[in-house]
Structure formats: C-alpha cells, structure tokens
C-alpha cells in the first residue's frame, strides 16, 4: 500500500547551518501530491509547501522541496536554520483518491 | 482561511471513563478526519467522514467510535477509556482526496487517561 517514511525522527543544528530533511514515498498511483506540514508547539499543524509536479522546486517561507518521482522524495530543504524553525515536520502523500498518509514525522530543534 | 474548532482543549479522565471529543469546521469541506498524534508514531488516522451520517475506518480504529451529524460536526467517542488512549488528538478537514486540496487542522484535543 501507499506510505511514507521520514528517517530522521530527530534533527539537531546549529542556527545558521542548512537544513535537509528526509522524505521518500511509495505510491502505486501516478497522481501523487506531496506535502509537507509544519507543526510549532502549541499551534495548529498547518500546510507549508505541496508540489506535485516532477522535478519542479517549490519554495515558501524560506524553505523549498522538490518532487522527483524517479526516486519518490520530496525532501526539504532550508539554506539556513534559525531559530523559530525548531518544530515538528510531517511529510505526507495523497494520492489516486485515497486518504492522506503522513510520515512519522521529524522533530527539527535548532540551537544557538 | 478554513476553520476547525476543537472541544475541549484539554481533558483528564479516569480508565474506563466516558469521553467526548467535539470538531466543528466552518468551510463546508466534505472530508473531516480525526488523527491521534504520539511520539515516534507521529499523526495516525483514527476515523474520517466524507460527509453527514458517512464513517469511515482509519487506521488505528480500535477502542473508538465517531459520528458525523452535521456538514460541520464531528465527534470522537471513547466508551472505556484506557491509558493508552492519552495522546493528542487533531481534527482536520478538506475539500478532497487524492488531489492538491489541503488538510486543515485544529489546535489539538490534549487527552490524559489515569
């Protein structure tokens, strides 16, 4: 069936440095979206970048992904962490009319 | 911007407890869902509608009902609570699946089961 994996559970930086999170799908339908949802603590998870265009960068707030369906991924990507970025990050698929399938999500903290 | 209100915000039962959990959402998406978020296993689908008096089974289903009585409302019943329910519940809704149309969410239902 359909899923996605995010290897990464925890990331720890360094303000400053980029960031590179992982997301790989699998799908057994052509039409695949791809999103990544961004979760600060005590808010709404809400909708930080979607794409489903082959090889096309999609870029918002600073961060931008990518989707290759050649290799399934649609990583994200930030050229320098700050801060206000520590966060949960979900990456999740919706595709042939199903149902959305989230990853298990990347806890990102950034440190001075 | 969609809205998705959650009730309560937080809520502490005992095992074996009666529980409700309330959503509402004021744009007319036919799709509403609810998920349960825990360290490590991140968002799980318990339940999700596609519109008034429709229920359909996620993927973690077991230990709790759901009802859509509205376009708006949907709720999360758990009869017997157990500790293993305590966890952090969202409700979210969209236009569509399986298209760009994105999930909106409340802010959580916080749930302890003693």
């Known amino acids: 069936g359909d899923s996605v994996t995010q290897k990464e559970g925890l990331v720890t930086l360094t303000e400053g440095l980029p960031v590179m999170l992982n997301c790989t799908y699998q799908t057994i339908y052509s039409n695949a979206f791809l999103f990544w949802y961004v979760h600060y603590l005590n808010e709404s998870p809400r909708l930080l970048l979607k794409s489903s265009t082959d090889n096309k960068r999609t870029e918002h707030q600073g961060f931008h992904a990518t989707l290759h369906k050649s290799s399934s991924s649609f990583h994200l990507q930030k050229s320098s962490a700050q801060l206000s970025d520590s966060a949960l990050y979900y990456c999740a698929l919706s595709a042939g009319y199903q149902n959305f399938y989230f990853g298990k999500g990347t806890s990102l903290t950034v440190i001075p | 911007e969609a809205a998705v209100t959650q009730s309560p915000r937080n809520k502490v039962t005992v095992t074996g407890g009666n529980v409700t959990l309330s959503c509402r959402q004021t744009n007319s998406h036919n799709y509403m869902y609810w998920y349960r978020q825990d360290t490590g296993h991140g968002l799980r689908l318990i339940h999700y509608s596609y519109g008034a008096g429709n229920l359909q089974i996620g993927d973690v289903p077991d230990g709790y009902k759901a009802t859509r009585t509205t376009q708006e409302d949907f709720f999360l019943l758990l009869e017997l609570a157990s500790p293993s329910q305590t966890s952090l519940y969202f409700c979210?809704?969209?236009?569509?699946?399986?298209?760009?149309?994105?999930?909106?969410f409340g802010h959580g239902t916080k749930l302890s089961v003693l």
């Open positions: 979210a809704s969209s236009d569509a699946q399986g298209t760009n149309e994105r999930l909106f």
